[in-house]
């Protein structure tokens, strides 16, 4: 049975209203039945004279390649991309409208699981921001951006080690995989010794960090350096001058340094192309001026290319964690500001339940201090007040730049807050490095991107 819209549309496929040969026609008193019973498709809408059939395919966003939830429409002609297209948004986390009901200090448990590979970075940025913010910037106790330096530069092995390892995998090198993940699990258990968690820290607060570096940490860091060093030959050995790799990454997913410059993009991705940009160097915080410590670069412009960048920022990552925890041990005080109206939760320690308040600490706010007790109170139950104004902060994640915008109108909240994360920018060059190369190319040049989807949908 159709109706006349249904009849309509008919006419549109077959042309002047006939039906197809082996169609059956028929009315009825509720109107005019067309039964199909087959036929070739291209006789029914045959391609114009010169132009070829293309095919879109949607690639995730449940696909094991696409690194989360990303959706790609790819529209194909042949194995050849035509068109390519990042759609985004299934993972619709709302943290950042959620940091809006939160107190400045409660909001960092949210940020840490935007770019849930690089908690610390996003930690980082938004500490930096509240701080600015504040006024506080130099009063930040010199012990604690050590301690931020160390932590942050481990996450950062941490997040490409898993780059490598994914990537590698996605393009069916299987050692690289089970090898990059073997050696971020030494990252993991560092960072959980210091911090308390192996991810979403919520280590690094406004004024300073959580705790201290345990007891032994710093030997326990160094000889996790030192094994890094024997393991990390791995993958270069495996893959840096393998044939099947180097023709699966040389000359695939290119993107040269005008397109990175038009596009905003940064990290990894924009350094393969030549450009030395990174804000550690350019723009420093936290001391970074400070250490030794080189920003790797290549010409390729390709998968290989960015593939090599952060295999080089592993070994520079590693040197900055030497000469950090050189400073560290010449560097005594504490770890949180001293404007005990800013600086909580403080005096945090790792029992054998867990981190929490150190039992001297209790002791000092519930029966010793009064003012101690008052302060400790108000900080938990209503937080601290940001001056009316608004404050961004810039640091270099290991996706590229993270820009952090707050804005405060004076209350113990945040008016509002918003991520500029590499993620979402890079994700931008989607399509100038995949149109023209094969479909199976699109694995690899995602992969170079290496998304967080947590830090796209926030």
């Known amino acids: 049975m159709a109706d006349t819209t249904y009849e309509a549309a008919y006419d549109d496929v077959l042309g002047d209203g006939e039906p197809l040969d082996d169609a059956g026609v028929y009315d009825t008193t509720e109107g005019r039945v067309y039964t199909v019973t087959g036929g070739d498709w291209d006789s029914v809408l045959a391609p114009e004279e010169g132009h ?3 095919v879109v395919v949607n690639m995730g966003p449940q696909h094991p390649s696409t690194h989360g939830v990303l959706r790609l429409i790819l529209e194909m002609e042949g194995e050849v991309i035509t068109e390519a297209r990042a759609a985004i948004g299934y993972l619709h986390t709302g943290i950042e409208k959620n940091l809006e009901y939160r107190t400045w200090v409660q909001a960092v448990p949210y940020v840490t699981r935007m770019d849930y590979l690089a908690p610390l970075a996003n930690e980082a940025g938004y500490c930096l921001a509240v701080e600015k913010a504040l006024g506080i910037v130099d009063k ?59 991810m979403n820290h919520a280590y690094i607060r406004p004024g300073g960090v959580a705790q201290d570096m345990p007891e032994n940490g710093v030997r326990e860091i160094r000889e996790g350096m030192d094994k890094l060093d024997r393991q990390l030959d791995g993958v270069p050995k495996l893959l840096v001058d393998n044939g099947i790799w180097k023709d699966r990454t040389v000359g695939i997913g290119y993107l040269d ?56 920022e592993l070994d520079e990552s590693k040197k900055i964690i030497r000469q950090a925890l050189d400073l ?63 404050a961004y902060s810039f640091i270099e994640a290991p996706r590229g730049a993270l820009g952090v915008h707050i804005v405060s109108d004076g209350a113990n909240r945040p008016y509002r807050v918003h991520f500029r994360d590499p993620s979402f920018n890079n994700l931008q060059a989607v399509a100038a490095m995949c149109e023209g190369g094969q479909v199976a190319d699109v694995i690899g040049a995602v992969a170079s991107i290496d998304p967080v989807m947590g830090g796209v949908d926030r």
Request: aromatic content about 8%.
């Open 328 to 390: 560290l041990e010449k560097t005594p005080g504490p770890v949180m500001i001293e404007d005990k109206k800013i600086g909580w939760p403080s005096q945090l320690a790792i029992g054998g339940d867990g981190m929490g308040n150190s039992l001297e600490h209790i002791r000092h706010i519930m029966g010793e201090s009064m003012e101690a007790l008052i302060h400790h109170f108000k900080l938990v139950t209503e937080g601290f007040h940001v001056p009316a104004g608004q």
């Open 140 to 198: 930040v106790p010199p012990r604690a951006q050590l301690m931020r330096v160390i932590t942050l530069e481990l996450n950062r092995m941490g997040s490409h080690l898993v780059a490598l390892a994914t990537g590698g995998f996605e393009m069916g090198a299987l050692t690289a995989m089970t090898n990059g993940f073997r050696d971020r699990e030494i990252t993991l258990d560092l960072l959980e010794m210091i911090t308390g968690l192996r």
């Open 52 to 54: 070829h059939e293309r």
């Open 257 to 312: 340094l005008a397109g990175c410059m038009a596009l905003g993009v940064t990290g990894p991705v924009l350094r393969s192309a030549g450009l030395p940009y990174d804000i550690r160097k350019s723009e420093p915080y936290f001391g970074y001026d400070q250490f030794d410590f080189e920003v790797p670069t290549e010409t390729t412009a390709d998968v290989y290319g960015r593939f090599l960048v952060r295999l080089r």
